[in-house]
T-cell receptor, first 115, second 112 residues
Framework: DGGITQSPKYLFRKEGQNVTLSCEQN?????MYWYRQDPGQGLRLIYY???????QKGDIAEGYSVSREKKESFPLTVTSAQKNPTAFYLC??????????????FGPGTRLTVT | EDQVTQSPEALRLQEGESSSLNCSYT??????LFWYRQDPGKGPEFLFT???AGEEKEKERLKATLTKKESFLHITAPKPEDSATYLC?????????????FGEGTQLTVNP
């Protein structure tokens, strides 16, 4: 089955620790995205990547870092500099700019709790 | 700055009671407007893309329409399984890459 996988589903960390969230897709999509969702709020863009070895900051990039070494993978690291890291993190992908349709497809999400 | 406002924030319907959800948007040149469904604790599920005013798309009990300022998601004779949060997002022509701007969603509850 083609799709987006995120692991783990739930993640618990102590304050001050860095943590990396995994995102893998087998849809052959060029573009990948990371969003953060807090209760009662919409999705906010953290980072996105349109092509391997290139990525751009979104609206709330402070305290996060990413890499895009492979087309299929776009891991997100939540660093100790992120002041309020507890949230639901969503990874998405889209075909990119090769076609006119730009809808994004989402993974199941990772719920991160930092205490 | 692109903006998306969804209303109402929450909507309770009885099974079979048709209604509409609203998505108002401000964008400098619309490339596309997207509707998603999100169940609690899960990732959003893509429903529709609309590209130009006057366009309509249907899927089962859902129909999405688009004008130059807003989009409606019409739900006809809803069932309890239609209960979810419905998200609207826009993509501007001048946006960098293919990033989307999301609204905060409408939480729909359909009671049996």
């Amino acid at each position: 089955d083609g799709g987006i996988t995120q692991s783990p589903k739930y993640l618990f960390r102590k304050e001050g620790q860095n943590v990396t969230l995994s995102c893998e897709q087998n849809l052959n999509h060029d573009a990948m995205y990371w969003y953060r969702q807090d209760p009662g709020q919409g999705l906010r863009l953290i980072y996105y990547s349109q092509i391997v070895n290139d990525f751009q900051k979104g609206d709330i990039a402070e305290g996060y870092s990413v890499s895009r070494e492979k087309k299929e993978s776009f891991p997100l690291t939540v660093t100790s500099a992120q002041k309020n890291p507890t949230a639901f993190y969503l990874c998405a992908s889209s075909i990119g700019l090769r076609l006119s349709s730009y809808e994004q497809y989402f993974g199941p999400g990772t719920r991160l709790t930092v205490t | 700055e692109d903006q998306v406002t969804q209303s109402p924030e929450a909507l309770r319907l009885q099974e079979g009671e048709s209604s509409s959800l609203n998505c108002s948007y401000t964008v400098s040149g619309l490339r596309g407007l997207f509707w998603y469904r999100q169940d609690p604790g899960k990732g959003p599920e893509f429903l529709f893309t609309l590209y130009s005013a006057g366009e309509e798309k249907e899927k089962e009990r859902l129909k999405a329409t688009l004008t130059k300022k807003e989009s409606f998601l019409h739900i006809t004779a809803p069932k309890p399984e239609d209960s979810a949060t419905y998200l609207c997002a826009v993509q501007a022509e001048k946006t960098s890459g293919s990033r989307l701007t999301f609204g905060e969603g409408t939480q729909l509850t359909v009671n049996p």
